[in-house]
């Protein structure tokens, strides 16, 4: 009697849910009907915003009519490792050009993927200072993070490739105003002695730096403009040397012939103001977004010029180079200064 | 046992054989690096002091839902297994706001070893509380009542004859909530900084691994602590043998 | 030592002859309040602040979820392979279980140990070994299975394998202290009294273990929902396909949506809420004793 109750109880729950799960199952199955095209991207997570504004617009044109897309972000090394090992994609987008060449060494991507114009860049930021409101340490220099007392919070450049722009910021500033080698080393040294919290990603570092934790984010100008939109911003300082962050984009070896199409419309002035109003540095200086961008520093002039800009190409040769100098794991400059870091506490 | 090997052992030989691809050298070099070897040290001695808060307070938990009564009771029910529900991102997200910086408590664990125990204690708790829970509803208390009639004091009613029953229980939930806490990674990143040598646990270092394109190393941390679990499980389980045998 | 400490019960132990169940010593009261602040610090306040994030703007939190076809679907998703996985745990898990208390062979002391070790596996390495050995391009048996049409990696399998794996061990572990705990008496009985192994099986042991496996399948089911580090990896992320409810999550908290990432969170929660209530209820209040 009893048991029939209990029975009774668990068929009725598991039939409730397998009822759930059923429609799920016919609304997911809408993809790759009409027979129209497929667009699968698989990019870092920040660009979704933009591409999704640039998905729309994408759909009107000429070339875009009846396009569908097949999308998903997430952290760009995980995104890359996934496309390695299998997963579909037609267009690929991430934060650092290492993970393309991963793609490159697998075969999936041509050699030339990064010949053209644009050198395989589909959208830019800088690295900027996150600071306190009204900046109470007076942050305006990389000179001002390696004061005595001042506490840094910079994503982990060793588990996220992502984080290893500001890590060559902080080295190639050094190199930039005529330091030598070993001034840079000292530099990073200093640098990650300073250095509060480590977390994963930009995004864990940044709401740890809004959870109270530093004086300083080491950020992008993009992720401060985004979250200023999304009412989770903080003031942020640009530096008068900074480096140049170029995303990648490519399109895959078998990928659908549209896709070369979306990636034109990407690099075009429609497609560069989208980046722009999410808070992307457009690749050329000439795109017009209209002159306002909200969430910015200044919303009327979001980009302001950065007297001396580095660039990877320009001052460092190639991402193969920099991993292997800096972030090698048994002997990469950055590796060293970290583990240094944590031995001196 | 073909399910098991499928979803179970192959997987795991194939994280052996990775990490042995390497050759011994690379597996070396990588759990000898000063700092994986701290990872390893905090990440294991973490998971066993939150095992053994768990194995004390994890009963205690279990015999209040069970025998105590009072109002209030059913919401405590309630609230044992969302740790494993919360997707660890979130749990990650509130620990920070209730104990880092701005704690209302005062409390402030971020960036602090503390942190990573913290954050253990949260993911681990429903382990050793839901292993002993059936165990005591299935104790009759017939049993105890004739102790108690026979003169037994409570305390010797209880290690005579409720802790041997609920020994296989406690150490079962013990050797789970140890796992559970060598392998953890998503609540604790935000809370803990993954300073090296001060907060970093192992999962950072094969994160770092993988990003490097290096999975031999990764696999390599990963067999580390699949061995030292191994013979965390097997330890429990031989106490638990020798204390069932005892009484 | 234990004498030093039975001699000082001897004001509680008279008390205990009136055979009172619910007996309040003021050690019952501590552990009650102990018990409830560990909770309450642990649990119940991070829990709520979860559920006040959610609902600052009151229910549109909710609502957005509910309205974006894109996250309806990974929360359905999430729910199939969140069943899917626990029915299979559960079944082989029951089954494992009876071998491991109920038969004796060699190696038998191993596998009980190799089963535990699921869990000790940091989430990515899980999902790196999944990819490793089913996947589509270079695993070692992906490019046979996807040959015979199966696509494993990056399709609802993989998801629920990944699931599958890191939940295996809580029905197990539930379910064998209670097998140990009721012996054999009544399964040896029912046999002499001429019951097949079936009807033993279902008549004697299940009954018996039946709020084992009850609450194995509630731990379970949590853990199912809530699982990240390996499905992230095997999952592939792809929006409305194979997206799930806490990869959901991650993707609002990446693009500052917190409120939408608490309310998803919020959710799952619930969902293994809902399923504790759900169990009081079916359970009847009598078999409290």
């Known amino acids: 009697m009893q048991k029939r109750k209990i029975t009774a109880g668990l068929a009725g729950v598991v039939a409730g849910l397998l009822a759930l799960s059923a429609c799920g199952g016919s609304s997911s199955g809408s993809e790759g009907d009409g027979g129209s095209e497929t667009i699968s991207i698989v990019g870092f997570a920040v660009p979704e915003a933009a591409n999704k504004a640039i998905a729309d617009e994408f759909v009107k044109t000429d070339a875009g009519k009846g396009v569908k897309f097949s999308t998903s972000y997430g952290a760009s090394g995980d995104q890359s490792r996934a496309v390695e090992s299998g997963l579909e994609a037609d267009y690929v987008h991430f934060s650092v050009a290492s993970d393309v060449t991963r793609l490159v060494d697998a075969g999936l991507v041509a050699e030339d993927w990064d010949a053209g114009e644009n050198k395989g860049v589909v959208s830019n930021s800088i690295v900027v200072f996150g600071v306190r409101e009204g900046n109470p340490k007076n942050i305006r220099t990389w000179d001002d993070l390696v004061e005595p007392g001042v506490e840094i919070v910079t994503p982990n450049p060793a588990s996220s490739g992502a984080a290893r722009w500001n890590a060559l910021a902080a080295w190639g500033q050094v190199i930039q105003s005529g330091g030598s080698e070993e001034d840079a080393a000292e530099y990073i040294d200093k640098f990650f002695a300073n250095v509060v919290s480590l977390p994963g990603s930009g995004r864990d570092a940044t709401t740890s730096f809004l959870g109270g934790t530093g004086d300083v984010l080491m950020a992008y100008e993009n992720e401060a403009i985004l979250a200023a939109q999304n009412g989770e911003g903080f003031e942020y300082v640009i530096p008068e040397t900074t480096l140049l962050i170029e995303n990648p984009g490519a399109i895959l070896e078998d990928a659908t012939p549209v896709a070369e199409d979306w990636l034109e419309f990407v690099l075009s002035d429609e497609g560069q103001k989208q980046f722009a109003l999410k808070g992307f540095r457009p690749i050329r200086d000439d795109i017009d977004f209209g002159g306002t961008v909200e969430g910015a520093a200044d919303p009327s002039n979001p980009f302001p010029e950065v007297p001396n800009l580095l660039t990877v190409e320009k001052d460092f040769g190639s991402w193969s180079e920099v991993s292997d100098k800096f972030f090698d794991e048994e002997n990469g400059l950055v590796t060293e200064a970290i583990e240094a870091s944590g031995k001196a506490q | 046992m073909l399910w098991f090997s499928l979803l179970v052992l192959i997987p795991l030989c194939a994280v052996v054989v990775t990490a042995a691809e390497g050759g011994w050298d690379t597996f070396w070099t990588t759990i000898t690096n000063g700092q994986t070897a701290a990872a390893i040290r905090l990440t294991v001695t973490a998971a066993a002091v939150v095992t053994v808060v768990n194995v004390v307070v994890g009963p205690m938990i279990a015999w209040v839902l069970v025998r105590d009564r009072f109002w209030g009771k059913g919401a405590l029910e309630l609230l044992i297994d969302i740790p494993f529900a919360l997707p660890t991102i979130v749990a990650g997200l509130v620990l920070l706001s209730l104990y880092g910086h701005d704690s209302p408590l005062g409390i402030d664990v971020a960036n602090m070893p503390s942190s990573v125990y913290l954050a253990y204690l949260f993911v681990t708790l429903p382990f050793v509380v839901r292993m002993v829970q059936p165990v005591l509803e299935q104790l009759e208390l017939d049993v105890e009542e004739a102790a108690a009639s026979l003169g037994a004091s409570r305390f010797t009613t209880f290690r005579r004859i409720i802790l041997p029953s609920l020994t296989p229980a406690i150490a079962a939930g013990a050797a789970l909530s140890f796992a559970r806490g060598v392998s953890e990674y998503g609540s604790l990143v935000l809370l803990s900084g993954n300073l090296p040598f001060k907060t970093e646990v192992t999962s950072v270092r094969i994160l770092s691994s993988v990003e490097n394109n290096n999975l031999a190393g990764a696999a390599a941390v990963a067999t580390v602590l699949l061995v030292i679990s191994l013979l965390v499980i097997v330890l429990l389980d031989v106490l638990q043998r020798r204390v069932a045998v005892r009484d | ?289």
């Open chain 3, 1 to 289: 030592m234990t004498d030093l400490l039975t001699r000082e019960q001897p004001p509680k132990a008279a008390p205990v002859r009136r055979r009172s169940r619910p007996r309040k010593g003021p050690v019952a009261y501590l552990l009650r309040l102990f018990v409830t602040a560990y909770l309450v610090l642990l649990v119940a306040w991070p829990v709520s602040l979860v559920a006040i994030r959610t609902f600052e703007d009151g229910f549109s939190g909710i609502q957005g979820i509910l309205e974006d076809p894109d996250t309806v679907t990974a929360l359905k998703l999430t729910v199939t392979v969140a069943i899917s996985a626990v029915v299979v745990n559960t079944l082989f898990g029951v089954g494992i279980s009876l071998l491991l208390v109920r038969s004796e062979f060699p190696g038998k002391r191993a596998l009980s140990a190799l089963v535990d070790l699921p869990l000790s596996v940091s989430p990515i390495v899980v999902g790196l070994a999944l990819v490793l050995v089913y996947g589509g391009r270079n695993g070692w048996f992906g490019p046979t299975l996807e040959g015979a049409g199966l696509q494993v990696v990056f399709a609802t399998p993989g998801i629920v394998m990944a699931t599958a794996f890191v939940a295996l061990p809580l029905v197990i572990r539930e379910v064998v202290p209670v097998l140990e705990e009721i012996g054999t008496d009544q399964e040896v009985a029912a046999q002499t009294l001429g019951a097949n192994g079936w009807q033993t099986f279902w008549r004697v042991t299940l009954p018996a273990i039946k709020w084992a496996i009850v609450y194995g399948v509630v731990l379970s089911l949590a853990r199912s929902l809530g699982e990240f580090g390996a499905v992230k990896v095997v999952s592939g992320n792809v929006l409305g396909q194979t997206r799930t409810a806490t990869l959901v999550v991650e993707e609002k908290y990446l693009n500052f949506d917190q409120q939408g990432a608490y309310a998803t969170a919020f959710l799952l929660a619930m969902v293994s809420v809902a399923c504790i209530v759900i169990v009081s209820v079916i359970r009847p209040k009598n078999e409290r004793s």
